[in-house]
């Protein structure tokens, strides 16, 4: 019954063969359902057989092979009954629904993720000024966790800033932001003191080396800090990207998801995965599925063809020109750099080098030096030696294919930056050979500087 009800509320209509009499009164009501009586042995065929599918439901074994003997050869056959432990299926049947395992699995994950939305939501009722945190220059897993942690508090009836603490660099996501016509703005001197509820999103306190904020909430997928403390916690360093974890809480309590949101969730997504080719688990997939046919594709489209901005292509060729290769791994170090995108853009491009497995493109960007690393996954554990290189003197983190440090200079010059660098990151390297590398690099800093873009504009 169960079954056939499932058909019937779909508009489908449903031929039921049965020996049980009571059955057919039962179905009498269910309109599109014709329900015909037969031996209550099973073993004559009925001549109006329908086409596949066909859905046997009994729950002896051997009645139900009887009846398989009617059917003509397809693998639409179902075996519909009670699942019982330890038992299995008989060959030639298909299950028509999940295991009971795995539906037990996403029960269990859903109602985990209603209780942690239920926390969020207790939190935020009646609070004056939330605050929405994002690290330095946010980039779209960080707008997309923070808008979807918004959303959450919005149908708690209170309405959260959303800030970051640096600036705005990429051409992509200044595109996002002036497109979601939210605001999004960088963090004032009184806004921090002023909150009485502070989360951070895609970072943890710990990220800032100067000033953390006090967080109430943080939610991340980065390896957790041993500093990181609040009153709600959700790091979970096996999913790509924070803006799965929100996509989570979202669906999982039915919450509205417009298009806008669903775009910067979308695009948070496929950037921190590179389209859910690193670091993705089954959790981002499940997301990226809900998410896709929601957004606006176009705009995704767009963003992704609007990757390097012109005043990066002479930093570009002049990284390429100055590398130095070191076994599987490239290092290349920039000099004072007006954005950290450029070692950013710069690895990103370079790990595409055949027979590389790991690079780090280092620079000089106010008073820090900033190592941006990359790597395959596979024989390299990228954010591992960054945290073992510099998280001591700067902070320093990420996962297997990517990581990053940043280790404040204090007036120590660019030249100094470059034996800060090679001296940690390269601590088992004999010293002939680390003051080679040291050497190579400074003089690689001698060459001519990339040129202004502007040289290569044609008049009007």
């Known amino acids: 019954m169960p079954t ?5 509320a779909g508009g489908i209509p449903v031929q039921v063969y049965t020996a049980n009499s ?3 009164d039962q179905l009498a009501p269910y309109p599109g359902v014709h329900a015909t009586l037969v031996s209550a042995s099973y073993e004559d065929r009925p001549r109006d057989l329908p086409e596949p599918p066909y859905f046997i439901g009994v729950e002896d ?8 003997g009617w059917l003509p050869p397809t693998m639409a056959q179902f075996l519909v009954r009670r699942e019982h432990r330890r038992q299995t299926r008989p060959r030639g049947f298909l299950s028509l629904l999940p295991p009971q395992a795995d539906n037990r699995q996403q029960v269990l994950r859903r109602l985990s993720a209603l209780r942690r939305v239920d926390t969020l939501m207790d939190l935020a009722r009646g609070k004056r000024q939330p605050l929405i945190l994002m690290y330095g220059d946010p980039d779209p897993d960080a707008v997309g966790a923070a808008l979807g942690l918004a959303a959450i508090w919005k149908a708690a009836d209170t309405t959260p800033l959303i800030r970051y603490t640096g600036e705005v660099q990429r051409y992509q996501n ?3 932001m002036s497109w979601l016509k939210h605001p999004i703005e960088q963090l004032r001197a009184s806004e921090q003191e002023d909150a009485d509820l502070i989360a951070v999103v895609d970072a943890q306190p710990g990220f800032w080396r100067e000033n953390p904020p006090r967080a109430h909430v943080v939610i991340d997928h980065h390896p957790r800090r041993d500093d990181t403390t609040a009153p709600y916690l959700d790091l979970r360093e096996d999913y790509g990207a924070t803006s799965t974890i929100l996509t989570e809480y979202l669906s999982d309590a039915d919450l509205p998801v417009n298009r806008q949101l669903a775009t910067a969730l979308l695009y948070g997504i496929v950037t921190d995965t590179d ?9 981002d997939i499940r997301a990226f599925d809900l998410l896709h046919t929601r957004a606006d594709r176009n ?3 767009r963003l992704e063809k609007s990757q390097v901005p012109m005043s990066m292509l002479d930093y570009i060729a002049w990284g390429i020109s100055h590398r130095v290769v070191y076994r599987e791994m490239v290092l290349i170090h920039f000099g004072k750099v007006p954005t950290v995108d450029i070692c950013v853009q710069m690895a990103d491009l370079v790990l595409l080098t055949c027979g590389i497995t790991w690079v780090v493109c280092a620079g000089v960007h106010e008073g820090r030096l900033i190592a941006v690393f990359r790597g395959d996954g596979h024989r390299q554990d990228v954010g591992k030696r960054a945290t073992l290189a510099f998280a001591k003197i700067g902070s320093a983190g990420g996962h297997r294919t990517m990581g990053r440090a940043e280790v404040p200079l204090d007036g120590a010059s660019v ?11 390269f601590r088992r390297m004999s010293p002939s050979r680390r003051n080679r590398f040291i050497r190579i690099l400074k003089g690689h800093l001698q060459a001519r500087r990339p040129t202004d873009p502007d040289e290569f504009e044609l008049a009007s």
Do not use: H, M
């Open 4 to 8: 056939v009800g499932f058909f019937v």
């Open 275 to 283: 389209d859910l080719k690193r670091n993705a688990s089954s959790a």
């Open 22 to 24: 009571a059955l057919v």
């Open 299 to 301: 705009f995704i489209a």
């Open 61 to 68: 074994i051997a009645l139900a092979e009887r009846i398989r």
């Open 174 to 176: 200044k595109l996002l």
């Open 415 to 425: 030249s100094d930056s470059i034996e800060l660098l090679v001296n940690n990151l």
